[in-house]
């Protein structure tokens, strides 16, 4: 199995950070910056960032990597594609993974607008250019950024992933049973959508009664980046509600 490169950041209850699809760990770190009270590890997956590239990158390979380098017991945060790896970890190995977050997860239970969307999306990437492609789709997630510096960063780390690993990953995104990996996860979830989300919060929740479920206002796709004074009492509430606050 291929080590991801991970990084830590703060000090207290362990916390694994999941991001999303062509991004890095980077794309994690205003997560980190309002829950310092933790242990936050963050993580590169596979193909991603300064982690390896493989010959495999479907979401349970990725989230298999992922628990390789994930401390014991911690509540696991994922964005986009990292909702999908956080909660195949989860159904994976239940006995280390003690909640998870999904910050406006990827794929699990599209309905039929978003699923066509995202169809259209892999189309696209069978026949045009990558990385101009992945600058218009990594603008196109924003409503409005208090930071632009971030989303220039944001952009120009999207762009650095391989195109290989650009479809290969959105492959993996797209092919993943998410209904199943969500019926079989036995640990509090909290799905934190978007206005135009994916996944309908009440289409997720009817999955399994462990699903708690909540939405942000004025945010586009990356909800850590503009809202995360609205994400973060939302995760706390969370926490405390499902006894996640202590080291037990």
Same mark, same amino acid.
């Given at each position: 199995m291929e080590k991801l490169f991970s990084t830590v950041r703060g000090a207290g209850r362990p916390m694994v950070l999941v991001h999303g699809w062509t991004c890095d760990h980077g794309a994690m770190e205003p997560v980190a910056d309002a829950f310092s009270d933790f242990e936050c590890h963050l @993580?590169? &997956? &596979?193909g991603h960032g *300064?982690?390896?590239k493989a010959d495999d990158y479907a979401i349970e390979r990725q989230a298999a990597a !992922? &628990? /390789? @380098? !994930?401390?014991? *017991? !911690? @509540?696991?945060i994922g964005h986009s594609m990292g909702g999908q790896v956080a909660l195949a970890a989860a159904a994976a190995a239940p006995e280390r993974v003690r909640a998870v977050v999904l910050l406006d997860p990827a794929r699990? !239970?599209?309905?039929q607008k978003a699923a066509a969307f995202m169809a259209g999306i892999g189309a696209q990437l069978a026949r045009v250019d990558i990385p101009s492609m992945i600058e218009a789709f990594g603008r196109g997630q924003f409503v409005r950024a208090r930071d632009p510096g971030e989303v220039e960063r944001l952009v120009a780390t999207m762009k650095a992933t391989d195109p290989a690993v650009v479809r290969a990953a959105w492959h993996a995104v797209v092919s993943w049973d998410g209904v199943a990996a969500v019926g079989a996860v036995r640990c509090p979830v909290l799905l934190i959508a978007i206005d135009k989300a994916i996944n309908r919060p009440a289409d997720v929740a009817r999955l399994n009664d462990r699903v708690m479920? /909540?939405? @942000?206002?004025g945010s586009g796709h990356m909800v850590q980046f503009e809202v995360m004074d609205q994400v973060e009492p939302m995760i706390r509430r969370f926490l405390e509600i499902n006894d996640l606050l202590?080291?037990?």
């Open positions: @993580v590169d &997956l &596979l *300064r982690s390896p !992922a &628990l /390789a @380098v !994930a401390p014991e *017991r !911690a @509540v696991w699990i !239970a599209p309905h479920t /909540a939405q @942000v206002a202590s080291h037990g």
